[in-house]
């Protein structure tokens, strides 16, 4: 399974980005989709996550109405669109696959594959 983030830049408070996700080595529809991400000196936190058809989503406090997670899964492609971004919100964000079978979930444990990354840095 490999997974490649992408879309990560830096943006001004207040600014929006979309981050990409693409998936291979899995049937990728058979699958729940989730985001994490992990600032400088802090532990790895759930933004959002998505159910295998896309018709569920989770998110984070910190994200709610602020962060919309979607799935294309002709494309094996998760997305993350994030508005009014804060400087709180600077951080490396991971895409992750949780176990087969396994529904929306916003606990890291059950993620069984990640992928590398892509910085967001949120800064005047």
């Known amino acids: 399974v490999q997974l490649v983030e992408s879309g990560g830049v830096l943006v001004q408070p207040g600014g929006s980005l979309s981050l990409s996700c693409a998936a291979s080595?899995?049937?990728?529809?058979?699958?729940?989709m989730g985001w994490f991400r992990q600032a400088p000196g802090k532990e790895r936190e759930f933004v959002a996550a998505?159910?295998?058809?896309?018709?569920?989503?989770a998110y984070a406090d910190a994200t709610k109405g602020r962060f919309s997670i979607s799935r294309d899964n002709a494309k094996n492609t998760v997305y993350l669109q994030m508005n009014s971004l804060k400087p709180e919100d600077t951080a490396l964000y991971y895409c992750?696959?949780?176990?087969?079978?396994?529904?929306?979930?916003?606990?890291?444990?059950?993620?069984?594959?990640w992928g590398q990354g892509t910085q967001v840095t949120v800064s005047s």
């Open positions: 992750a696959v949780p176990r087969a079978l396994q529904g929306l979930t916003t606990d890291d444990t059950e993620y069984i594959y």
């Open positions: 080595g899995l049937t990728f529809d058979a699958y729940a």
């Open positions: 998505i159910a295998r058809s896309g018709a569920r989503t």
